[in-house]
C-alpha cells in the first residue's frame, strides 16, 4: 500500500506560478509512473503529466505543454508539478497517482494509489 499527499495548491492570478509536490509513503521504484490529475468543477478527471524511468521519461498534456514541468526526486519519493503562466482554465483539484504495473499509459482507472488531492484557483 503507497500513500500520496500532495500539497502546494492554493489562489493566484492568471499568469502566475505554483509548484505542487507529491510525498509517496514508499520508495518511488524506476518502474513505477507517477501522474498528475486535475478535475475542474463539472469537467471528468483529467491527466496532466506522467514521469517515470526515475524521472527520465516525462510526458504533458497538450493543454499544459511548455507551461508545466513534471520532475522526481527520488531520495525524497516525491514528484513535483512545476506550473507555470497558469490560466484560469487550470482551476480544479489537482491529485497524483501511482501505477506499478510497468506502464505508464496516463488513463485514470490504471492508476493504483491516489492523494485526497490540492486545490488549484487561478483569477482571471
Known amino acids: 500500500q503507497v500513500h500520496l499527499v500532495e500539497s502546494g495548491g492554493g489562489s493566484v492570478q492568471a499568469g502566475g506560478s505554483l509548484r505542487l509536490s507529491c510525498v509517496a509513503s514508499a520508495y518511488i521504484y524506476s518502474s513505477d509512473c507517477v501522474g498528475w490529475f486535475r478535475q475542474g468543477p463539472g469537467k471528468e478527471r483529467e491527466g496532466v503529466a506522467t514521469i517515470t524511468q526515475g524521472g527520465g521519461n516525462t510526458y504533458a498534456s497538450d493543454s499544459v505543454k511548455g507551461r508545466f514541468t513534471i520532475s522526481q526526486d527520488s531520495a525524497k519519493n516525491t514528484v513535483y508539478l512545476q506550473m507555470d503562466s497558469l490560466k484560469p482554465e487550470d482551476t480544479g483539484m489537482y491529485y497524483c497517482?501511482?501505477?506499478?504495473?510497468?506502464?505508464?499509459?496516463?488513463?485514470?482507472?490504471?492508476?493504483?494509489?491516489w492523494g485526497q488531492g490540492t486545490q488549484v484557483t487561478v483569477s482571471s
Open positions: 497517482a501511482l501505477r506499478s504495473d510497468g506502464y505508464c499509459d496516463i488513463t485514470p482507472r490504471l492508476f493504483n494509489y
